[in-house]
């Protein structure tokens, strides 16, 4: 029997400015698996995820969802079909309460018990404490989790996260690394994590993609990339 | 509690015109009530979208222009003519809440302002239908929804009448502003990119937002029309949209009675002021400049900052006080 | 009949043009829609006719621009810069305000009653033109029109503000991290897009009488020029421009009780088809 991936990107084409930011990048992911994507700067990740997430239209090539193509549906349509995404530059609601904006999430994501599902999101990235809070009051470390946490609610099948890290220090990033894998393996959560850490990708990940100009260079288990000397010479260099 | 709180103001808005001696200054307030519910009606728009409108006076005029028409023409009653003609505002609001909402919030108000000019120029025109510069005289019935018209024409009683519409309004507008569809609308103006990846689907809302405050500018615009008994181009013209945007940006968004505060000190402005300078207006300008940049929620904005100030001067006492004891 | 409507379309989309791409241009590298434009066209003219009086009309339409040219920069020293990092809407908000103030005084120094400047001698005749009388004014303000766009397009292609200004229009953020003195630029171009709002003025006086409330027509009818040309672009305003003058001229004499819908169905039409105006995504 063949086994169908549950999420799949094919041959996938982005323009940009008249640049090719993207270069025919082809990936699958099985249900359940998180799935790191490394690249220098300029390689593509960001423009990855925005092609895949409806954000930015594609020039070619497809998006797959459990064998159903999404290449051409609207954003909403998407996360109605539990595509969810996080942003690099944190993107919340800055005048809403911290509950409330979480709650609306899931109850948009169609939970069963949007209550039950925000306040135990909260929870998990202990965001419980200031969920009367206003958000723009927040401090960035926990805006970074509330980002994450709007992305997490309503149990999405697929959960794109665009430098979730960015900015944490390290105690922060590691231990909200540990948060997301536990998160992700309690709710048979698909991830694709871009991230510029290489230790948190390598420690969490199944499997790890390398993209460099726009193309894959290199796919494996962290300990095959790790090892791998193309991946070595393009992007981590002697430091690794 | 809440309901408490309506039937207070309830009973002052019904005793304030046995306080007010003089006649002026009645007329004054009871105009400025008017006003009040237009910028209302400007005021949601901002609270709920971030949307600025130049345009408004379009609901506010034609909403009279309609009225006066469906009784001439097709002979409606008073009642059903006003009913109809909000009823009509609202459907035609959404389907151009829905194209307007479609392109970026910033040049919103570009637009209205086009569609605020495109009313006037044309009512300008229609010499015939619409009686041109001159406007029309509205024939209302004897009694109107059950009420002697006299009561419309007094400014003391139609301050009554205003004053409950206005109550009834605000109290429906804040019943819905909390619930779901206002946390909704109110996630859709913080961040509409994000809200449209939490599934928010985000230009029917703002369609029926930008519906609602034509409604409530509608109904401003009907009770003028059977206060002055009149209709004329004037109404609809842009300086009128910006007078309830200046109100609006006075009073402040946040709470809903900002708006309401802005028109009274509009026309206080207006009548005390304009009787020193003739350049009121641009004293109004240079207010409207100083709040924007200095106090962005505007006169109620703050009324409540000073009010909180004074509450937590307050409980530092009083635990000062607990302090001493212990 | 065909004729003289296509020409006085054209007359009109030249001072739309000129003031709507000062109005374009303020907006693409700003972004800031400002609501004070059609008062300071409306200044402009009042500028010019005094200047007009005191010298002649060829002083008012030289120096009424380089004076609201001074004025856009300090408009842009004494507002924009120190209200850049508000929301654009608070912006917005201060150039209404701004507008009131100007409408006002204006009314002081001015009066109330309305001006006018006569055409110069030198354009006073008219030729003939495809068998019809054509006034040598109007003709001159065409080429006006057509003079100042080819200079905006020589002045953005080829220098190196210009550059900036092209790239700032399409990434902002990118370019101030260019090392650019983009504050200067930024002065720069709300004087250059300040001056031509009131080289229109000047421009449309000896055809119209000067009143203060004469900036709000043509703030409504730039306003629709850029938002149908995509907002802040300077290709797309041109084109609008062109559009929105024929469609104001055909209508006025063959469509009469529909003239003052015909650019606002225009601009749905246009709005409906492509959400982000003729320029397309160039938001």
């Given at each position: 029997?063949?086994?169908?991936?549950?999420?799949?990107?094919?041959?996938?084409?982005?323009?940009?400015?008249?640049?090719?930011?993207?270069?025919?990048?082809?990936?699958?992911?099985?249900?359940?698996?998180?799935?790191?994507?490394?690249?220098?700067?300029?390689?593509?990740?960001?423009?990855?995820?925005?092609?895949?997430?409806?954000?930015?239209?594609?020039?070619?090539?497809?998006?797959?969802?459990?064998?159903?193509?999404?290449?051409?549906?609207?954003?909403?349509?998407?996360?109605?079909?539990?595509?969810?995404?996080?942003?690099?530059?944190?993107?919340?609601?800055?005048?809403?309460?911290?509950?409330?904006?979480?709650?609306?999430?899931?109850?948009?994501?169609?939970?069963?018990?949007?209550?039950?599902?925000?306040?135990?999101?909260?929870?998990?990235?202990?965001?419980?404490?200031?969920?009367?809070?206003?958000?723009?009051?927040?401090?960035?470390?926990?805006?970074?989790?509330?980002?994450?946490?709007?992305?997490?609610?309503?149990?999405?099948?697929?959960?794109?996260?665009?430098?979730?890290?960015?900015?944490?220090?390290?105690t922060e990033s590691r231990d909200l690394a540990q948060h997301l894998k536990r998160l992700a393996r309690e709710r048979n959560v698909t991830v694709l994590l871009v991230e510029h850490d290489m230790e948190v990708v390598f420690g969490i990940s199944d499997r790890v993609t390398v993209l460099e100009l726009g193309k894959p260079l290199a796919e494996g288990t962290p300990d095959e990339i790790r090892a791998n000397p193309k991946v070595r010479e393009a992007y981590l260099g002697s430091a690794a | 509690?809440?309901?408490?709180?309506?039937?207070?103001?309830?009973?002052?808005?019904?005793?304030?015109?046995?306080?007010?001696?003089?006649?002026?200054?009645?007329?004054?307030?009871?105009?400025?009530?008017?006003?009040?519910?237009?910028?209302?009606?400007?005021?949601?728009?901002?609270?709920?979208?971030?949307?600025?409108?130049?345009?408004?006076?379009?609901?506010?005029?034609?909403?009279?222009?309609?009225?006066?028409?469906?009784?001439?023409?097709?002979?409606?009653?008073?009642?059903?003519?006003?009913?109809?003609?909000?009823?009509?505002?609202?459907?035609?609001?959404?389907?151009?809440?829905?194209?307007?909402?479609?392109?970026?919030?910033?040049?919103?108000?570009?637009?209205?302002?086009?569609?605020?000019?495109?009313?006037?120029?044309?009512?300008?025109?229609?010499?015939e239908t619409l009686g041109g510069a001159d406007g029309l005289n509205i024939n209302w019935p004897s009694s109107i929804f059950g009420l002697d018209v006299r009561l419309f024409y007094d400014p003391a009683s139609m301050f009554v009448i205003s004053w409950v519409v206005m109550l009834v309004t605000i109290y429906l507008l804040d019943r819905l502003f909390r619930s779901r569809f206002g946390s909704i609308t109110s996630a859709i103006r913080d961040n509409e990119e994000r809200a449209r990846f939490i599934g928010l689907h985000v230009m029917l809302p703002k369609a029926v937002v930008y519906a609602l405050s034509a409604v409530v500018s509608g109904l401003a615009g009907v009770l003028s029309a059977i206060y002055t008994g009149f209709i004329s181009p004037e109404t609809l013209h842009w300086s009128v949209s910006g007078t309830a945007l200046i109100m609006t940006i006075l009073g402040g968004v946040r709470y809903l009675w900002g708006p309401i505060l802005g028109a009274i000190f509009y026309f206080f402005v207006k009548e005390y002021v304009g009787e020193l300078t003739d350049y009121w207006m641009a004293m109004l300008g240079a207010v409207v400049i100083f709040i924007v940049v200095f106090a962005p929620n505007g006169v109620s904005g703050l009324l409540m900052q000073l009010q909180e100030r004074r509450q937590k001067r307050k409980q530092d006492v009083i635990v000062r006080r607990m302090e001493v004891r212990s | 009949m065909l004729g003289i409507s296509i020409f006085n379309g054209l007359v009109y989309g030249s001072l739309l043009i000129i003031c709507a791409s000062g109005l374009a241009m303020i907006y693409g590298l700003r972004r800031v829609v400002n609501f004070a434009h059609g008062a300071l066209y409306m200044l402009g003219a009042y500028i010019g006719y005094t200047l007009s009086l005191y010298l002649n009309i060829w002083f008012a339409l030289l120096l009424a621009p380089l004076a609201m040219g001074m004025i856009g920069v300090l408009l842009d020293k004494a507002v924009f810069r120190p209200l850049q990092e508000r929301?654009?809407?608070?912006?917005?908000?201060?150039?209404?305000?701004?507008?009131?103030?100007?409408?006002?005084?204006?009314?002081?120094?001015?009066?109330?009653?309305?001006?006018?400047?006569?055409?110069?001698?030198?354009?006073?005749?008219?030729?003939?033109?495809?068998?019809?009388?054509?006034?040598?004014?109007?003709?001159?303000?065409?080429?006006?029109?057509?003079?100042?766009?080819?200079?905006?397009?020589?002045?953005?292609?080829?220098?190196?503000?210009?550059?900036?200004?092209?790239?700032?229009?399409?990434?902002?953020?990118?370019?101030?991290?260019?090392?650019?003195?983009?504050?200067?630029?930024?002065?720069?171009?709300?004087?250059?897009?300040?001056?031509?709002?009131?080289?229109?003025?000047?421009?449309?006086?000896?055809?119209?009488?000067?009143?203060?409330?004469?900036?709000?027509?043509?703030?409504?009818?730039?306003?629709?020029?850029?938002?149908?040309?995509?907002?802040?672009?300077?290709?797309?305003?041109?084109?609008?421009?062109?559009?929105?003058?024929?469609?104001?001229?055909?209508?006025?004499?063959?469509?009469?009780?529909?003239?003052?819908?015909?650019?606002?169905?225009?601009?749905?039409?246009?709005?409906?088809?492509?959400?982000?105006?003729?320029?397309?995504?160039?938001?």
């Open positions: 029997m063949i086994q169908v991936p549950f999420f799949s990107v094919r041959d996938l084409v982005v323009d940009y400015g008249g640049v090719r930011a993207i270069d025919g990048v082809h990936l699958e992911i099985n249900k359940g698996e998180i799935r790191g994507l490394i690249g220098p700067n300029g390689a593509g990740k960001s423009t990855f995820i925005d092609a895949v997430t409806g954000r930015r239209i594609p020039t070619a090539g497809q998006v797959q969802l459990g064998g159903e193509d999404i290449t051409q549906l609207a954003v909403v349509a998407r996360r109605m079909r539990g595509v969810s995404r996080s942003f690099q530059r944190t993107s919340i609601f800055h005048d809403m309460n911290v509950l409330e904006q979480v709650f609306l999430a899931s109850h948009q994501a169609q939970a069963k018990d949007p209550e039950r599902d925000a306040v135990a999101i909260l929870e998990e990235l202990d965001l419980l404490q200031y969920a009367d809070w206003r958000a723009g009051d927040l401090g960035y470390g926990q805006q970074r989790r509330l980002d994450l946490a709007l992305a997490l609610v309503g149990s999405p099948s697929v959960l794109l996260l665009d430098e979730p890290m960015a900015g944490l220090t390290v | 509690m809440l309901h408490f709180k309506y039937l207070l103001w309830l009973a002052v808005g019904v005793l304030l015109p046995q306080l007010v001696g003089s006649a002026t200054l009645m007329s004054l307030l009871t105009q400025s009530l008017i006003y009040a519910l237009f910028a209302l009606g400007v005021g949601i728009l901002l609270r709920q979208c971030g949307l600025v409108s130049f345009g408004h006076a379009a609901f506010f005029g034609i909403s009279g222009y309609s009225v006066a028409l469906l009784m001439r023409d097709l002979e409606l009653g008073a009642a059903s003519a006003i009913v109809l003609t909000l009823v009509a505002l609202a459907i035609v609001a959404f389907l151009l809440g829905l194209v307007v909402s479609r392109i970026p919030g910033i040049a919103f108000g570009m637009l209205t302002l086009a569609i605020g000019q495109t009313v006037y120029l044309s009512a300008l025109k229609s010499r | 929301d654009p809407l608070s912006v917005l908000l201060v150039t209404f305000g701004l507008l009131l103030v100007i409408e006002d005084l204006v009314r002081a120094f001015w009066g109330r009653g309305s001006l006018s400047i006569e055409v110069p001698a030198l354009l006073a005749d008219s030729i003939e033109l495809f068998g019809n009388p054509t006034p040598l004014y109007r003709l001159a303000v065409i080429g006006l029109g057509v003079g100042s766009m080819v200079l905006i397009w020589a002045w953005l292609r080829f220098s190196r503000t210009g550059l900036y200004v092209r790239a700032a229009s399409t990434d902002p953020l990118t370019t101030a991290m260019m090392g650019v003195n983009t504050e200067r630029v930024n002065a720069l171009v709300v004087g250059v897009g300040t001056a031509l709002a009131g080289l229109a003025g000047v421009a449309a006086a000896p055809m119209l009488s000067l009143a203060p409330s004469m900036g709000a027509d043509v703030l409504v009818d730039s306003f629709v020029v850029v938002v149908i040309g995509g907002l802040g672009s300077l290709g797309g305003a041109l084109i609008s421009a062109i559009l929105l003058g024929q469609v104001q001229s055909f209508g006025t004499i063959y469509l009469p009780g529909l003239s003052a819908v015909l650019p606002f169905l225009m601009m749905i039409a246009i709005l409906i088809w492509r959400p982000s105006g003729l320029a397309g995504n160039r938001v």
